[in-house]
């Protein structure tokens, strides 16, 4: 979690005047105090941090919350969740930022590093070629990626925990059944789901690396090529985002 501050501060600058300068330890120990009373999806207690410093630091014009919640989930013992085990949920984490002002709050929810990779139905050709291209054309391929998602609502009046599972499943579901001719391709339709899928959702952002896997020549061994063995490379890769917004006439490409 992070918290940042801004308003009129300058003198704690100017003149080392710290009279409206709120300590981070006292800040920290709010979180804490805070958490073991009002913690709830990350977004609503974003909002409550939000309205708590602002009621009680004058000087303060916005606070930022940024929050990424770590979950967990129960081991199982036979058929039975276990009382003290637990494992970490993922690989993907869930995030938030709310920033909260005098006259009006943004929150943005969002999703890292979710893992996904399709084995079939992608392709990538029809590119320019120069004498320095070496990469060949394909109409099957796997692709793969580590996708960061981040989205804002249009108001924060609704049921943030199933309005962020809504969002996540529009997300997989569009990547797993959309034909994809690149890897930008199937990032538009994504956002395009959710802008349809989702009411509450207003804008999306997605940035999407690629993370090649490149098939191996089995023929030098004498055996053959069923387009099953790849190798995983970390670099070089493209890394592809963009942002879709509404209007009155429906999403819109930023």
Do not use: C
């Amino acid at each position: 979690m992070a918290v940042r501050f801004t308003g009129d501060y300058e003198t704690s600058y100017t003149e080392g005047d710290n009279r409206h300068v709120l300590p981070t330890d006292t800040m920290k120990n709010t979180v804490y105090a805070l958490a073991a009373v009002e913690l709830g999806e990350p977004e609503a207690f974003g909002l409550t941090l939000g309205r708590h410093f602002l009621s009680r630091n004058p000087r303060l014009k916005k606070v930022r919350v940024a929050i990424t919640d770590h979950a967990w989930r129960r081991l199982t013992s036979g058929d039975r969740a276990h009382g003290h085990a637990f494992m970490r949920r993922g690989p993907d984490t869930r995030t938030a930022i709310v920033d909260s002002a005098r006259e009006d709050t943004t929150v943005i929810a969002g999703i890292d590093d979710l893992l996904i990779l399709k084995s079939a139905h992608s392709a990538f050709a029809g590119f320019p070629r120069d004498e320095y291209t070496t990469l060949p054309e394909t109409r099957d391929r796997l692709l793969a990626t580590s996708m960061t998602a981040t989205w804002r609502y249009r108001d924060a009046a609704i049921d943030f925990g199933s309005t962020w599972y809504a969002v996540r499943a529009a997300l997989l579901e569009s990547f797993a059944g959309h034909d994809s001719l690149s890897v930008q391709h199937t990032l538009y339709a994504m956002a395009q789901a959710v802008l349809e899928a989702v009411a509450e959702v207003s804008e999306i952002k997605l940035v999407m690396p690629n993370k090649h896997h490149l098939p191996v020549d089995l023929s030098k061994f004498g055996l053959e090529n069923r387009n099953e063995i790849f190798v995983a490379t970390e670099e070089p890769f493209g890394l592809i985002e963009a942002t879709l917004a509404r209007d009155r006439s429906g999403p819109r490409r930023l």
